[in-house]
């Protein structure tokens, strides 16, 4: 019922936001003579945020269509190298640059959020790199003939994909950036292939404002998922998806739900965002009203996880604390840190991270018992929240410099 509830609500709310965005647009008009009242602009620019506001989202564009290597401008194509039903292996390919650069997979969350989250990582990561990413699928839109996935399963695809863009071009294990949630498997699936003494296990693993031990700096985040019993998630946010959907039937944490909760957590923060966005439609101010609109274009646009993954997780990672407590299983088999032996390990943590507070990714430095000090390091980011960890100006010109830099010491 909560799912179809929703969907009736999406249903009004599309019709909605397109009258709102009609008479804004009507309103704005200037052979309308309302449009050179003192009203009209607010009247419009109030319909224009309540227009955008409830407007329904779709899964959206990459849209990097060319990158700057060596001076030259080269175009960027995605390839698909690997399609799975939950997911598919998508590859940046720039037309024309440099032979040997390190190749890069960087592993989006599957926490609500598409890919494309990532875009400015991509971005920022692509002149010097053969980026990869992980390009998850939305669980309702898979069919329940296509089987289960869990954590075991964002394991087994870390490991193959690893593996397909080993095989590829020079044959060169590639490198791993996980951002969040994806850093325990990701720190699991390198556990996993270098215990196997597997020839194409990561280089290097940069995981980023993720998850290890949340035990350590808990937030809020941490304090929902530890205050309530397991079998109240699978009763209270569990739903299933409606028949309108391939995946009809399918049981999942809906992206809505993941969606409520952070703009909940940051309420007054987002009000104020669409209350700036307000005041500048008003005076004109369209480049400054453009930024807000793209960022909540892509931080609204959300998509369903398996409940099985959700599930998992919150037990494993927020209740149990599995990995560091050295019980973490994978397929009957105990994952062990102290196997990372071939992997340079990199721990990034912001000092104003809400979500995965200061020395929980770092705990991942020190499982790794057998693996030298000289392939661990550790960047506090200063003055930088979660979000900024991966993307914006902090991003590009604070963070993403180390991470070259350890990719390149670790060639």
Known sequence: MLYDAYEVQRSWLAGASQLANLSASWLNNPANPFSYSSMGPIVAASLDVFAHAS???????????????????????????????????KHFVREGAPEGQPKLLIVA?????????????????????????????DAKMV???????????????????????????????????????????????????????????????????????????????????????HAWFSKNVIATVPGIYPGGGRKVYPGFLQLAGFMTMNLGSHLLSHWEMFKHLVVGDDDSADATRDFYDEYRSVCDMTAEFYLQTVDVVFQRHLLPKGEFMHRGRRVDPHAITGTALLAIEGERDDISGVGQTKAALTLAEKLPGSKKRHLLAKDVGHYGIFNGRKWRERIAPVVEEWIAANA
């Open 55 to 89: 407007a329904p989202r779709g899964k959206p564009s990459f849209d990097l269509f060319d990158v700057a290597v060596g001076g030259k401008l080269l175009p960027v194509q995605e390839r698909l190298v690997l399609r799975k039903p939950f997911g598919q292996l």
């Open 143 to 229: 069919p329940l003939t296509d089987g289960r996935f869990d954590l075991d399963s964002y394991i087994d695809y870390l490991v193959e994909f690893l593996d397909t863009i080993g095989r590829e071009g020079d044959g060169e294990a590639a490198h791993m950036l996980a951002v969040c949630q994806p850093s325990v498997p990701a720190y699991a699936a390198t556990a996993v292939m270098n215990a196997d003494g597997h020839p194409f296990r990561p280089k290097s693993l940069t995981m980023m404002g993720g998850p290890i031990d949340t035990r350590e700096a808990p937030t809020a985040v941490n304090t929902l998922a530890t205050e309530r019993p």
């Open 109 to 137: 969350p599957m926490s609500g959020h598409y890919a494309t989250l990532l875009r400015g990582t991509v971005e920022r990561m692509l002149p010097g790199h053969e980026v990869y990413i992980t390009d998850w699928r």
